[in-house]
């Protein structure tokens, strides 16, 4: 089946440097990927969506400079935290759907996730 | 908007016995829903969707869901729960026009031996 891959998958730095995050699909090709972003013993909220080849798509409240991400190719998104503080702590996950599956096989509609990555600002 | 509510935060039940995870849902148009469980530290994994056809949806590690309409409800049901079901189990839902997955706020299912 398809496989997300997430790297890394815990991260500790300092406040006020950069994180990047890769997600790769390993067996599929995915215009589309997601960031999502979990609380500890809370929801995923939705973050942005990753378009490739264009800009992502933030949701409301999501600071587009904080958290800057590039879809550079069908099977890789980044999410680069910038400037990171503290409240950023969090656990980050991706998700990509394969774009190849069409409508009424078994892996339509279906979002594969990442493992995730904790990310600890000290 | 679109929405998921999954009114419980926890519940526990014994090994062997049936259990129900609730989920209720708001969306325009016809709903695209989903189960996955999340393992500690770990992503989510895919358990089954409801997007058209028969109500009653079966997935994986014996699980169930049945979608109904009037209650815009879509409940995950297993007949016989094991320990090792013990997760963090969302229910998710897309609307239709919409390329975005909402989940809810989690429901921790402890199984005791």
């Known amino acids: 089946g398809a496989v997300v891959s997430q790297h890394p998958s815990r991260v500790i730095c300092k406040s006020g440097t950069s994180v990047k995050i890769e997600c790769r699909s390993l067996?599929?090709?995915?215009?589309?990927m997601f960031w999502y972003r979990q609380f500890p013993k809370q929801s995923l909220m939705l973050m942005a969506t990753s378009n490739e080849g264009s800009k992502a798509t933030y949701e409301q409240g999501v600071e587009k400079d904080k958290f800057l991400i590039n879809h550079a190719s069908l099977t890789l998104s980044t999410l680069t935290v910038t400037s990171a503080h503290p409240e950023d702590s969090s656990f980050y996950i991706c998700?990509?759907?394969?774009?190849?599956?069409?409508?009424?096989?078994?892996?339509?509609?279906?979002?594969?996730f990442g493992a995730g990555s904790r990310l600890t600002v000290l | 908007a679109q929405s998921v509510a999954q009114p419980e935060d926890q519940v526990n039940v014994a090994e062997g016995n049936p259990l129900t995870v609730k989920c209720t849902y708001s969306v325009s148009g016809n709903p695209y829903l989903f189960w996955y469980v999340q393992y500690p530290n770990r992503g989510l994994q895919f358990l089954l969707k409801y997007i058209t056809g028969d109500n009653l949806v079966k997935g994986s590690y014996g699980f169930e869901a049945e979608f109904n309409k009037s209650q815009t409800s879509f409940h995950l049901k297993k007949p016989s729960a094991l320990v090792s079901d013990s997760a963090l189990y969302f229910c998710?839902?897309?609307?239709?026009?919409?390329?975005?997955?909402?989940f809810g706020t989690g429901t921790l299912l402890a199984v005791q031996p």
């Open positions: 998710a839902v897309r609307g239709g026009a919409t390329n975005k997955l909402i």
């Open positions: 998700s990509a759907r394969d774009s190849r599956v069409g409508q009424g096989r078994s892996g339509a509609n279906v979002l594969t």
């Open positions: 067996d599929f090709q995915a215009t589309t």
